[in-house]
């Protein structure tokens, strides 16, 4: 069976489902005080949804929480495991469940708005998991953060068997998510063999390749060492890339420090490196920052929008809705 799950919140049928399941469950029509139990389950998709759209927004990667149901894509992750749990499948944590809304929450605006930790701290909220080499139809059946199901395809419900994450590789060893470093060591491209290797991770002034550098530092293509990244405010050298900490900053050749991103309206920054640049919601057009378009409006040189939306292409152009992804839940 395929449920769609719209692109805001849980609809339709598998909102009806959990109705079902609510009715039924134990404890109906206790009047006595309940002591925090965590969020219900019926209000965890919709929760997750929300802190993650308003942290989008507090990080400039969205102008708005309305704006960012409609351009940025929903987890297929949430949606499978809210599959799953109305189908008796898979439990649901409600503690764990709040902790994980807090987690998005709280994530800082220094990388991605869901960091590996917030995923993993997010991946607790399921239980009554599948182990390795168990039959399965969905990753998120899987135990273990990072593992997946291994010949699944999505709403067409092929089966497939959970793969774990197995290997702690070593320094110099081949790396996959499924085959990832040990604590410490992080997985990047060698330039020499283009293949994805397991790196110490370098301290300040130490010798680095590209992102081998512990968090707040980048590596400096001149001298190959790690230098500590500026805040908000400080001093950068506007010469090389990847100098601010806040995803939201860039180096002014100007001032030679971390400054906000230009916004729509605004002329576009501007250092050694580049002359266009503008916050993550808009473009550089000519010399100044101009919002990028949302669903509806033309594109972009016929093929740039807000966030994930895609151009819809010739003749028309314009930025198109994101497609409600479907989920499997033939669970026999």
Do not use: W
């Not at 925090?36 to 990080?59: H, I, K, M, N, Y």
């Amino acid at each position: 069976m395929v449920l769609g799950i719209h692109h805001r919140f849980v609809l339709g049928s598998i909102a009806a489902l959990m109705g079902i399941a609510l009715a039924t469950a134990p404890g109906c029509g206790d009047d006595s005080e309940p002591a925090d139990e965590g969020l219900p389950f019926e209000q965890f998709a919709e929760s997750f949804r929300q802190a993650q759209c308003e942290t989008a927004v507090r990080c400039g990667v969205m102008p708005d929480v309305e704006t960012c149901f409609d351009a940025f894509a929903p987890s297929r992750a949430i949606a499978e495991a809210v599959a799953a749990v109305t189908f008796g499948d898979i439990t649901y944590d409600p503690q764990a469940g709040e902790t994980c809304i807090d987690a998005v929450k709280a994530g800082n605006c220094q990388g991605y708005v869901l960091t590996p930790a917030i995923l993993e701290t997010c991946d607790a909220v399921f239980g009554n998991r599948r182990g390795e080499e168990e039959a399965c139809v969905a990753d998120i059946q899987c135990e273990g953060f990072g593992s997946i199901c291994e010949g699944a395809c999505g709403s067409d419900c092929c089966p497939g068997v959970c793969r774990g994450v197995t290997a702690q590789g070593q320094e110099g060893d081949y790396c996959t998510p499924l085959e990832p470093c040990s604590e410490g060591l992080k997985c990047l491209n060698n330039p020499e063999t283009d293949s994805p290797q397991c790196y110490v991770a370098a301290g300040p002034n130490e010798a680095c390749v590209a992102f081998q550098c512990i968090d707040g530092y980048s590596c400096n293509p001149m001298n190959a060492r790690c230098f500590k990244q500026s805040s908000t405010g400080e001093a950068c050298n506007p010469a090389l890339g990847e100098v601010c900490a806040s995803l939201n900053d860039y180096c002014d050749g100007e001032q030679q420090k971390c400054i906000a991103l230009p916004r729509p309206g605004e002329p576009c920054g501007v250092n050694q490196i580049a002359a266009t640049y503008c916050a993550r919601t808009s473009y550089c057009a000519g010399t100044t920052c101009e919002a990028l378009p949302s669903v509806g409006q033309p594109c972009v040189g016929e093929s740039t929008c807000l966030g994930q939306l895609d151009c819809s292409g010739d003749p028309d152009f314009v930025c198109g809705s994101l497609p409600s992804p479907s989920v499997c839940v033939n669970f026999e």
